[in-house]
């Protein structure tokens, strides 16, 4: 059976972005309005109403700096459920406080979100800075369903705009995969706007949000002014997180600072402003309490502000689950510092594959269990997992890591010795084991899979890896998994992001390089 080939958008990947209407930008991603902090602009009742910030009062002083534009966030919400859908609206000023109002409704705003604020202090650090984190968390919505709100400072209107909940069962999805993007290159300018111009639903980073220690000021630095920025283009960026929800996994570069052992940690002597994965997402709460918590040491007062800010989102948020339209996805710290046999661990995941109806079972973790590149492939203790995921029905694993695309065949593996997984905090962690692959597959006339494709989408901004391994499958063989071809397609040449279209029966990968040409093509079927 012959599955459709997919064109991303309305607009063809050839357009120039210098050709994009006003219109066009604001109707991208899904239909989703642009939230922009620019003067005010006459336009049509269905386009935003956007307001300049008020002008500094004599004798009253100005007003605060923001430091990361409105930006939308899923929330806590994890599973499917009408009138207990939410959304976070999230925004950062520097240290002078504010009083903000949100208000949002289907048609009028007639209901008032409660804002709520902490302040994170530079505790000495030379280049640090203080500011104040505030969130707005818009609760029992419907699904599938576009809200319009507006937030005001002192009685001012700052942004006028609308969103769209998460999608039920039975509608068609679409998003965005990739991953160790944040860098300050001008790669990650033509990433965010390629992620723009697909319209997706939401993003799915497969980690690494931020180089080169998942940093406060890395984010304000390198994340929101890129993909959050006021206008779309090739060397600019994108407005792409006031467009739609961004849903992310803890990496090694958000827990970068070294213990005395040599091993991971967030070392708030070092930074005091780290951990930033905690501070500025907001996502799902239904992760375990208490597996591997992500270790922090370090400056007391610094941890404490990090906590009141971070809230209960740290440590829970490590790993999560959430359901969007007919797709389930699981959510894994997959760290050095984590012990993937750890029973307890398991046995939460377990649950919670075992516990979805959805159609299309999907898990990102950043460590990717099965790649070819030299920089990363000794590091295989997610590989533990397979047996599960497959048990399981897993379809898709996506990963970043390695900063490439790679795409496996679909593969079932049988561990023979896990020990290499249990070695906590050593990046050298092989786990031998036996391959059964599915050559026939090819995602077109053959798009039923035996086993699970494990997709690496790490090409999302930071310098690449392994240009020899490009295109060459005679390097993608390695002796210690006795040189089984379980890899089908490796670019190593260029940044790309995934792009994915599901519904109920079919499951469609596009992988768009940052010209917006597409590199790779592949569907599966349900059987």
């Not at 309005?33 to 602009?41: A, M």
């Not at 304000?220 to 849903?247: C, E, M, S, T």
Request: aromatic share 10%; with cysteine; proline share 7%.
């Amino acid at each position: 059976m012959h599955l459709p080939h997919l064109t991303l958008t309305s607009m063809s990947t050839s357009t120039n972005p210098s050709n994009l209407s006003r219109r066009q930008l604001l109707q991208a991603a899904g239909g989703v309005t642009l939230l922009t902090l620019v003067p005010r602009l006459t336009t049509a009742e269905s386009e935003p109403k956007t307001y300049e910030l008020p002008a500094p009062t004599p004798g009253k002083g100005r007003p605060p700096v923001f430091t990361a534009l409105p930006y939308l966030q899923p929330g806590p919400a994890s599973k499917l459920v009408s009138g207990d859908e939410s959304i976070v609206i999230a925004w950062q000023t520097d240290d002078l406080p504010a009083d903000f109002e949100v208000s949002y409704g289907e048609r009028s705003l007639d209901h008032a979100a409660v804002v709520s604020s902490a302040r994170r202090l530079p505790h000495g650090k030379e280049d640090g800075e203080a500011r104040i984190n505030y969130s707005a968390a818009v609760r029992s919505l419907k699904l599938n369903t576009k809200y319009r709100y507006r937030v005001s400072m002192s009685g001012a209107t700052i942004m006028e705009g609308f969103f769209t909940t998460r999608k039920p069962r039975g509608f068609k999805t679409r998003f965005v995969a990739f991953g160790d993007n944040s860098y300050g290159d001008i790669s990650d300018r033509a990433i965010a706007f390629q992620a723009f111009k697909a319209m997706p639903d939401f993003v799915m980073n497969a980690g690494d949000n931020v180089y080169e220690s998942g940093l406060d000021n890395e984010y304000a630095r390198y994340f929101f002014p890129v993909y959050n920025a006021d206008q779309a283009g090739l060397r600019i960026g994108a407005p792409l997180l006031r467009a739609v929800p961004f849903y992310t996994v803890i990496a090694n570069h958000d827990v970068h600072g070294k213990d005395a052992d040599k091993n991971p940690v967030a070392d708030f002597d070092k930074n005091p402003d780290s951990l930033g994965y905690f501070s500025n997402m907001y996502l799902p709460l239904n992760g375990p309490e208490a597996n591997h918590p992500t270790p922090a040491v370090g400056n007391e007062e610094a941890v404490a502000d990090f906590k009141n800010v971070a809230g209960e989102r740290f440590p829970r948020m490590a790993n999560y689950s959430f359901d969007y339209g007919d797709a389930h996805f699981l959510c894994l710290d997959s760290n050095v510092y984590v012990d993937p046999t750890d029973p307890a661990l398991q046995a939460w995941i377990e649950s919670d594959l075992a516990g979805t109806d959805a159609a299309w079972k999907l898990v990102v973790y950043h460590h990717p269990a099965f790649n070819v590149g030299n920089e990363h492939y000794a590091e295989q203790h997610m590989r533990v997992l397979a047996p599960l995921l497959e048990k399981h029905g897993v379809s898709i694993v996506f990963s970043g890591h390695e900063h490439n695309y790679q795409r496996t065949r679909p593969i079932r593996f049988a561990p023979r010795d896990e020990s290499g997984a249990k070695k906590i905090g050593k990046g050298k962690r092989l786990v031998p084991g036996d391959f059964s692959i599915d050559r026939s597959f090819d995602g077109a006339v053959h798009a039923r899979p035996v086993g699970v494709i494990y997709l690496t989408t790490g090409a999302g901004g930071k310098h690449l890896y392994d240009p020899e391994i490009n295109e060459n499958p005679k390097n993608w063989l390695h002796e210690e998994d006795g040189n089984a071809d379980y890899v089908a397609r490796v670019v190593s040449d260029r940044h790309s992001i995934t792009v994915v279209d599901v519904d109920s029966r079919t499951l469609i990968v596009r992988q768009v390089d940052e010209w917006g040409n597409e590199i790779d093509h592949f569907g599966l079927e349900r059987s």
